[in-house]
């Protein structure tokens, strides 16, 4: 989009999150509610809701035109709008900011601006309305039960793993967290968990009982067999109540195994015709980037968004099971994470570490200061804050290089590669 679209749009994120749903509410009816003109799966957690939205819109788009609503973007913020396999296009943008401006404007007036993700998801959902989207996925932005996405009413809702982020909103413990997630969850609409910690599972149990949602979990309601891990992808055999599947998927990791078992049972139990071979294409061609993700093979690069310390879990015990190599990791990170927690798992995996600074200046922790304080925790360790100068180093030592810590890191280094950023593989 041009610049004066892009500053307006920009702009609202002065209004920071807004957790409450009455200017969403107010905002869709002035646009008829274009949330309801088509149907919906609506996944939230904290680790894996972005792959399982990419993996359930990837199987649904095999047979229907289908939406896909994710956040935030790697590049461009076009990548958060998918409809069939195009992402929306900057005049569309331009032409819904210029109409809606007056009425995010007098929105302000009566009660306050809409947030810059109230909006995206307003704009997400009218162009689904717009080109005639039978399903979409939606991802939940922040937490679940005042997150703008919940103005939906799915088919069938999905809650991925729980950890312990966004505490100052979520608060400040798991039971807490979970009943935020929990609160997409809506009465007589059957819900799918991934996660298997016990007050998880509990508080969603409570909440699913009380909204007489039926609640099937990955470990009771799936099984895998025969898994193989590679550096090029998973392959196993999954069976449900309703049928047993051959998975193979180029998503690198074992909690990717997870993440597909739940996108099955939640497009198996959501009521839409899809079929088993659909299913196993879906998944095959899936691609959510920045997720174990090689961009490159000589040096070989992996990229990872991971920024919070189960994400790094997730990294470690991929790359123990999958490589016997310890990647130079080139990590930068924002000042509302835990750099010692998730320094503290890399380190398990890595000898060598180079501090930069996400393409987020503002946010960003000084990466003299992750040297200062977490430099130790390596054999070698140096900082250059610049992140260009900072790959460039990193590659000349032709390693295998991790680059992880932050989206906005991982995207500037993608921005660089020229690696794709759709959500299926290219044709």
């Known amino acids: 989009m041009d610049a004066n679209h892009e500053e307006f749009l920009y702009r609202l994120k002065r209004e920071g999150i807004k957790l409450d749903l009455s200017v969403t509410e107010e905002f869709a009816d002035l646009l008829g509610n274009p949330q309801n003109s088509f149907q919906s799966i609506h996944v939230a957690g ?18 229907y035109k289908t939406g896909l609503y994710t956040s935030p973007h790697l590049i461009n913020f076009n990548e958060r709008i998918v409809a069939g396999k195009e992402v929306i296009p900057d005049s569309y943008i331009e032409n819904f900011l210029d109409n809606q401006r007056g009425r995010i404007e007098e929105l302000s007036k009566i009660n306050r601006n809409p947030t810059f993700f109230e909006v995206t998801t307003l704009m997400a959902f009218n162009y689904f309305r717009d080109t005639a989207c039978r399903y979409a996925s939606v991802e939940v932005g922040l937490g679940g039960r005042l997150d703008s996405t919940n103005i939906i009413s799915p088919l069938i809702s999905v809650i991925a793993q729980i950890g312990f982020e966004h505490a100052d909103k979520l608060g400040g413990s798991l039971t807490a967290i979970a009943y935020e997630k929990g609160g997409i969850i809506k009465n007589g609409i059957p819900v799918v968990l991934s996660d298997n910690k016990p007050e998880v599972v509990k508080t969603i149990k409570s909440i699913s009982q009380r909204r007489n949602s039926r609640l099937f979990t990955v470990d009771g309601d799936t099984r895998t067999m025969d898994l193989e891990m590679s550096i090029e992808g998973n392959s196993f055999t999954l069976e449900t109540s309703v049928n047993t599947y051959k ?31 659909n299913i196993e294409k879906g998944i095959l061609e899936t691609r959510w980037p920045a997720r174990m993700e090689i961009i490159r093979k000589d040096p070989m690069v992996m990229v990872d968004s991971a920024h919070n310390p189960p994400a790094a879990v997730a990294i470690t015990s991929t790359l123990r099971k999958i490589t016997d190599k310890k990647p130079l990791v080139l990590v930068g990170m924002l000042s509302d994470k835990d750099p010692f927690s998730f320094l503290s798992e890399l380190r398990k995996i890595s000898e060598n570490i180079v501090f930069t600074t996400p393409d987020e200046p503002l946010r960003s922790i000084d990466p003299d200061k992750l040297h200062r304080l977490y430099g130790n925790m390596f054999v070698n360790s140096r900082s250059i804050r610049d992140p260009y ?6 590659l000349g030592k032709g390693e295998f290089m991790l680059v992880t810590g932050s989206m906005y890191l991982v995207g500037l280094i993608k921005k660089i590669e020229r690696s794709p950023v759709i959500p299926y593989a290219p044709d």
Not at 47 to 61: E, V
Not at 248 to 276: C, D, H, P, W, Y
Not at 389 to 394: E, P
């Open 389 to 394: 100068q900072a790959y460039d180093y990193c």
């Open 247 to 277: 998975i193979k998927s180029s998503m690198i990791g074992q909690f990717q195994v997870r993440n597909i078992a739940t996108a099955v049972l939640a497009v198996e139990n959501s009521g839409i015709k899809i079929g088993k071979r």
């Open 46 to 63: 904290t680790n894996g809701k972005g792959s399982i939205s990419a993996y359930i819109y990837n199987i649904l788009r095999q047979k």
